[in-house]
């Protein structure tokens, strides 16, 4: 899937297909590909890394190849546009597709390509659900762009409710607050790792992440972060789907940090 750029006008908002995109300017030069090969292109853009283009450049468009004639079917949106006004592309054709003659050309505005998704949160496509998408939402979140691709509640905001969502639903991360390693619990093992990092309250702006300790998307590890984590009750309670009740509040896990917080103290 891709996300719309600021600026631009038109957003290629989805590829189901291959992880290589072909898009060149100018006519077809070469109809047939050579020994079974895609023919050449002018650009050759990989989903993994934003593609941007601007109209002013000239006209940009997309190659597509169905072998037996299928007709386009209907998710190939504005294909016949003359203005470039297709804002949805799915790709169906199987691996052997682009060995077969090019049979049509889709003029494309402006757009940029992305390959995460908002469906399933990772935003940088490793195939994981970790810490470098939830330090990617908090971004978006802290810079308030509202950048579509990072909308996991669909309400076309990007706001704390995403962030909360990615945490705790069950779609996501399926985990608490406070989770600092992301397996799925929040425990001591959590705490006495952030505390190692010698960021809580380090006076140095916005130097933290996810796995430093902040989770409330300030950038920051410092009480604020401890009271979203305790508040969200998962302080030793196990996994997410285990926990049949939310913990009472205890003294332990306070003391916890209170302990961590002299050792790591004495030890500077």
């Not at 989805?14 to 300017?25: E, K």
């Not at 309250?201 to 950038?219: H, L, P, Q, Y």
Request: charged residues 25%; hydrophobic residues 35%.
């Amino acid at each position: 899937s891709t996300r719309q750029e600021p600026g631009l006008e038109r957003e290629f908002r989805n590829n189901l297909g291959d992880d290589t995109q072909q898009v060149y300017l100018g006519d077809i030069q070469q109809p047939l590909p050579v020994e079974d090969s895609p023919r050449p292109f002018d650009i050759v853009v990989s989903l993994t890394d934003p593609f941007e283009y601007n109209s002013a450049s000239g006209d940009l468009l997309v190659d597509f190849a169905v072998r037996g004639g299928v007709d386009i079917p209907p998710f190939w949106d504005g294909a016949n546009a003359s203005q470039g006004a297709v804002e949805y592309f799915s790709w169906s054709a199987d691996e052997n597709a682009v060995g077969a003659e090019v049979t049509g050309r889709i003029p494309i505005n402006q757009f940029a390509y992305y390959y995460s998704s908002t469906d399933d949160g990772d935003f940088n496509s490793d195939g994981i659900l970790g810490a470098a998408d939830i330090d990617q939402l908090s971004a978006v979140i802290r810079e308030g762009t509202n950048e579509k691709s990072f909308d996991v509640t669909g309400d076309d905001r990007v706001d704390e409710l995403d962030g909360h969502t990615w945490v705790q639903s069950a779609k996501f991360a399926n985990t608490y607050f406070g989770d600092a390693n992301l397996d799925g619990e929040f425990n001591s093992d959590d705490l006495i790792a952030v505390f190692q990092t010698g960021e809580y309250e380090d006076r140095i702006d916005r130097n933290s992440t996810w796995a430093t300790g902040d989770w409330n998307w300030d950038a920051e590890f410092d009480t604020g972060d401890l009271v979203a984590a305790f508040k969200d009750g998962g302080f030793e309670a196990g996994p997410r789907a285990a926990a049949s009740a939310v913990p009472e509040p205890a003294c332990g896990p306070w003391l916890l940090i209170g302990t961590l917080g002299i050792l790591l103290t004495r030890r500077h």
